[in-house]
């Protein structure tokens, strides 16, 4: 799989290029700044773009803005946003942009749990979501939503994974459930949130984003 | 706003406010000949079928005078009716119903008659008592010359002008003081009375062509009727050329239409030649006015040349016009030389005066001197001004210096205990995170061969130390800027504090563009730290965010249902008044027991 890193601060661009390259990824770029990641990606036309949200020249959110624009310029490339802060508004804005999936928007945190990291990678990669967990509960720690207080705390706790873009599998494990109590609790949720049912995951995270108000 | 009722003589709408009254007894006198007409000739004609075309005219008439004064209400009182003049209906029959049961015709008479009544009353009460009261004011210097006597007593010495003196000012201050309500009370019946709103919509170019299908049709039907009226003039023997009475008129009023539809269709030649509308309307009329009564002087006797009297007294009138519209622009020269624009008015007025007066002494005797004494008071006039000026500027100044020394204290102390904190949490916080890690690694080092195990719980540890350390960090970098605030501005930010917050928020922001990076900032921690305080403190379970603009400033209210009973002077309002005050705002706290509290903060943004 091959992969293009935006990343200013040498010292995690090359530890991220490491941690990938161990990972049987294949970094083709590792760039510094926003011109130099969308030259990169319109030349190597790579499998995904791992951006860094805050770029040189003035450090705010070029990295987006580079992204939201391969979405368009280059929409086989999948997007991964990492951050070392998240904000839902940020998180809006990619997906509204991704229309069929392939975008992400973790916390550099997050690579710290390299497996869990390098599985989001793939999902994205191959047109999943992957939103940080800390998108979500701001999402889902809004007060003033009834139907939300109606959920079990198992419930809750699915939603939050599906929002995060995870499969039913990848709920499965991590709640240590078999597949099918986590579809019935999927259906459960989507029945009493009145949501229509969905084919794939991107889809499934859009209808549940939308539903908290956040895509 | 000021208490001072003499403020208002350096006011520009104290004057246009004083021209509006007075405009009722012209617009009255109008609106009283309309009045009588239809309402005389309506009644008498309600059993034939010339009633309609009566009543159509009558409804125009009154129509058109009602637009009349609301033209001048928008221009002098800054209020802007619109003005129905057409009542609808179809057929003959249907149209006149139409206008009897137009409410907007009967409201249009009902305010034509209060502005020939109680306008006119208004308008001759006030002027009346302002007259007076400048002349007792000036009585002191008057008294040689006039002989005034209230009942038996008699003002002929300079001590009995000075009795009367302060009576004239204080009829001034009476009549200033009143020029604002009674300019008010008149907006609100134009505003009540005249305004049809529905036509709101309608768009200034399409306005813009039908002004000046308005002046072709004016042109038009004054050269048909002058025609008209030459041709019976010869027609009926060619003897005196009366008919010039008839088109001095006409030329008149299309010349003062033409100018007035040249100047506002045509802003571009205006800002060419640097003149501003108003005064430019103003002199066109008055130079037309001019024209036409030298045309009658021309087309009379032709004797003594009279019109210049009028002339000089409208020149007067544009010139004092000019200098009010022309003395703001030259602020800038104006304050390099320590002054003021109002004394520029002042001294612009006193120097037409001067002109005038020296203009009438040419025409007239040409004996003594007589206006070197007006300039010679003026002078001293203007010198007292300079004065009280440069006093009240000293005072201001000394005063605006006290506050900024204050506020620059508070955010120099503020941003201290600011400082101080930051230090207190990364100590504390992060970096015994990192001490700590420093240790698990180490140890996990020495155990690597002997106990992997042992090794890996380490390890393990270790990076839920690093998250942790992470965590902090990132709470403390947005608590110093919130990253989100200079991306995305004041909206996504307060959003985003709204979603971390415990309590159920509702935020609104209501602004058009976005203001200065330490004014959204400002905004943005009041907001921060009311909500904090609601959290810890208030026991709420709502909070609500407003942020809008009022009176050239930004507002943010942060109001929660909470106990109330918050201190202002606690130590987390008292930080934050300090940062508002450095930025020239000010921060109010209110939070009567049992609540609710609100923390509101103005914030000036100057462009």
């Not at chain 1, 995870?166 to 949720?189: C, D, F, Q």
């Not at chain 2, 609106?31 to 079928?49: C, S």
């Not at chain 2, 057929?91 to 034509?112: E, I, M, N, S």
Request: net charge neutral; glycine share 10%.
């Amino acid at each position: 799989m091959r992969i293009v890193i935006a990343e200013d601060l040498a010292l995690l661009r090359d530890g991220l290029e490491r941690l990938l390259r161990d990972n049987g990824f294949d970094v083709v770029a590792a760039v510094g700044d926003a011109d130099a990641l969308v030259h990169a990606v319109l030349r190597e036309r790579p499998d995904l773009a791992i951006v860094d949200i805050r770029l040189p020249p003035s450090f705010r959110d070029e990295g987006l803005r580079a992204a939201l624009e391969l979405r368009t310029t280059a929409p086989e490339t999948a997007v991964l946003i990492v951050s070392q802060y998240v904000e839902h508004t940020y998180a809006t804005e990619l997906l509204a942009q991704a229309g069929g999936g392939g975008v992400g928007y973790l916390l550099k945190d997050r690579i710290m749990d390299v497996d869990d990291f390098v599985d989001a990678v793939r999902r994205v990669a191959s047109g999943g979501t992957a939103l940080d967990p800390e998108v979500v509960s701001q999402l889902l720690g809004r007060g003033g939503r009834e139907p939300l207080a109606g959920l079990t705390p198992r419930e809750r706790e699915v939603l939050a994974l599906m929002a995060e873009g995870r499969s039913n599998a990848g709920i499965a494990e991590a709640l240590v459930l078999t597949v099918g109590a986590v579809e019935k609790h999927v259906a459960g949720i989507f029945q009493k949130l009145r949501l229509p049912p969905s084919e794939s995951d991107h889809r499934r995270v859009l209808a549940v984003l939308a539903y908290l108000g956040g895509g | 706003m000021s208490l001072n009722p003499y403020a208002n003589l350096v006011r520009a709408r104290t004057y246009r406010t004083l021209l509006f009254l007075a405009a009722a007894v012209p617009v009255g006198a109008l609106a009283l000949g309309v009045l009588i007409a239809g309402w005389t000739a309506g009644p008498l004609l309600a059993i034939t079928p010339l009633v309609v075309p009566v009543l159509l005219a009558f409804r125009m008439a009154v129509g058109l005078v009602a637009r009349t004064d609301a033209g001048l209400a928008r221009g002098l009182l800054g209020v802007d009716p619109r003005v129905s003049v057409n009542s609808g209906g179809r057929g003959f029959w249907g149209r006149g119903k139409a206008v009897l049961a137009d409410p907007a015709f009967w409201k249009q008479q009902a305010y034509l008659l209060l502005r020939m009544t109680l306008g006119f009353a208004t308008a001759v009460g006030e002027l009346a008592l302002i007259g007076g009261s400048v002349f007792w004011i000036l009585e002191p210097i008057l008294y040689r010359w006039t002989d005034q006597n209230i009942g038996s007593w008699h003002i002929d010495t300079l001590g009995r002008a000075f009795v009367v003196f302060p009576g004239g000012l204080l009829g001034l201050a009476v009549a200033l003081a009143l020029v604002r309500p009674l300019g008010r009370l008149w907006a609100w019946l134009a505003e009540a009375l005249l305004d049809e709103t529905p036509s709101r919509a309608a768009d200034a170019r399409r306005a813009q062509a039908g002004r000046r299908r308005a002046l072709i049709a004016h042109a038009g039907v004054a050269a048909a009727a002058g025609a008209v009226v030459v041709a019976v003039w010869a027609a009926t023997g060619a003897g005196y050329f009366w008919p010039e009475w008839v088109l001095l008129p006409f030329a008149l009023t299309l010349g003062s239409h033409a100018w007035v539809e040249l100047v506002a269709a045509q802003p571009n030649v205006l800002a060419r030649l640097r003149l501003s509308r108003a005064p430019a309307i103003h002199a066109g009329l008055s130079a037309a006015l001019v024209g036409a009564l030298t045309g009658v002087w021309a087309v009379t006797s032709r004797g003594y040349f009279w019109p210049e009297w009028p002339a000089l007294v409208l020149g007067l009138g544009v010139a004092a016009h000019a200098v009010i519209r022309l003395a703001p622009r030259a602020e800038a020269r104006l304050r390099r030389l320590g002054l003021s624009v109002a004394f520029g008015i002042h001294a612009g007025v006193w120097a037409s005066i001067f002109v005038f007066e020296t203009l009438v002494w040419a025409l007239t005797s040409r004996g003594h001197f007589w206006p070197g004494w007006a300039l010679l008071g003026s002078v001293v006039v203007l010198a007292i001004h300079v004065l009280v000026e440069r006093g009240a500027g000293r005072e201001r100044l000394a005063r605006r210096v006290e506050t900024l020394e204050t506020s620059r204290a508070g955010a120099v102390e503020e941003q201290d205990a600011e400082r101080r904190r930051i230090e207190r949490d990364l100590h504390d916080g992060a970096q015994a995170r990192l001490v700590a890690l420093g240790m698990s690694l180490g140890m996990a080092e020495q155990k690597f061969r002997t106990d992997p195990e042992g090794a890996r719980r380490l390890l393990a540890e270790a990076r839920t130390g690093v998250a942790e350390a992470l965590g902090e960090l990132r709470d403390l970098a947005r608590g110093v800027y919130p990253p989100v605030l200079s991306d995305r501005g004041l909206g996504a930010a307060l959003d985003s504090l709204a979603d971390r917050s415990p309590l159920e928020t509702t935020v609104d922001v209501e602004l058009d563009e976005r203001p200065a990076p330490q004014v959204e900032a400002a905004a943005y921690f009041v907001a921060a730290e009311a909500l904090a305080n609601a959290a810890k403190h208030s026991g709420a379970r709502r909070v609500s965010i407003s942020v809008g603009r009022a009176a050239g400033g930004l507002t943010v209210e942060v109001t929660d249902d909470g106990r109330g009973g918050a201190d202002p002077a606690g130590s987390g309002l008292a930080g934050l008044r300090r940062r508002v005050e450095a930025l020239d705002g000010n921060l109010s706290v209110t939070s009567p027991p049992g609540g609710p509290t609100t923390v509101r903060a103005e914030l000036p943004c100057e462009s």
